[in-house]
């Protein structure tokens, strides 16, 4: 069935000598992945490889024989140009890093309107604002709504939150559980806007571990998971 369909691109593997796969997160299909030949020797065919870097916001059209097998681009074009997140190095950074942690995160191969727009929007406003050394951590703790296991906030004033239950306790339980200044700051957090970001100062030792509880989180609840290697490229950039 031929598909017209917004596309995030995900991931891209090298496919022989000339030839990409591509991963895309579609607005009408959710996860898609698709075999492009010779596209990498290919200089006057409409699909170029510029158009599948992490994190691109496509129009495409598609062939989708939803058989489980790869599927056929036949044509693309952007739908948001971005004009900074490729250019400036924290930002790439932090595309780089998302990219993984979404090919690791999404799996379904259904329709998610709300986790579309949700990325959607937030690469966009990455991509026109300049504070945005919390931005990766925002995006993370908000992506856990659309997978079911936002943290749970009715006990935040509680002084354990236990990573395996998603809770706050009084006391530390059996599991792993964040305490002190690191979960201060990350209840800080938790339903701040990205407008509000820069309101909340951290220091780079405080945000990696941050992070680091946050890519745990994931680990804790996404079976499969894998830690994405970029994340020790987001440590170097936010020193």
């Avoid at 000598?17 to 065919?45: E, H, P, Q």
């Avoid at 200044?181 to 951290?202: A, P, R, S, V, W």
């Amino acid at each position: 069935m031929l598909v017209t369909t917004k596309a995030i691109v995900i991931s891209t593997i090298k496919y022989g000598d000339a030839g990409v796969i591509v991963k895309c997160f579609t607005a009408s299909d959710g996860i898609k992945s698709y075999l492009l030949r010779g596209i990498l020797k290919s200089k006057k065919g409409k699909l170029k490889i510029a158009y599948f870097q992490p994190l691109m916001q496509l129009e495409i059209v598609a062939n989708h024989k939803n058989k489980g097998s790869l599927e056929y681009i036949k044509d693309v074009k952007t739908v948001y140009a971005y004009t900074s997140i490729y250019t400036i190095i924290t930002k790439s950074s932090i595309v780089l890093f998302l990219s993984e942690m979404l090919n690791y995160s999404i799996q379904e191969e259904e329709k998610n309107e709300t986790l579309f727009e949700f990325i959607e929007n937030a690469l966009q406003w990455l991509d026109v604002h300049d504070e945005i050394g919390n931005f990766h951590l925002l995006f993370l703790i908000n992506l856990t709504k659309y997978f079911g296991f936002y943290p749970e906030t009715i006990h935040m004033h509680k002084s354990y939150f236990d990573l395996q239950e998603g809770k706050f306790f009084d006391n530390s339980t059996m599991n792993e559980c964040v305490s002190g200044e690191t979960l201060t700051c990350f209840k800080q957090l938790l339903g701040t806007k990205f407008d509000e970001q820069n309101t909340i100062k951290l220091s780079s030792q405080r945000r990696n571990e941050i992070l680091a509880i946050l890519i745990q989180y994931f680990k804790l609840h996404l079976q499969g998971f894998r830690q994405p290697k970029s994340m020790e490229v987001l440590h170097e950039v936010f020193k």
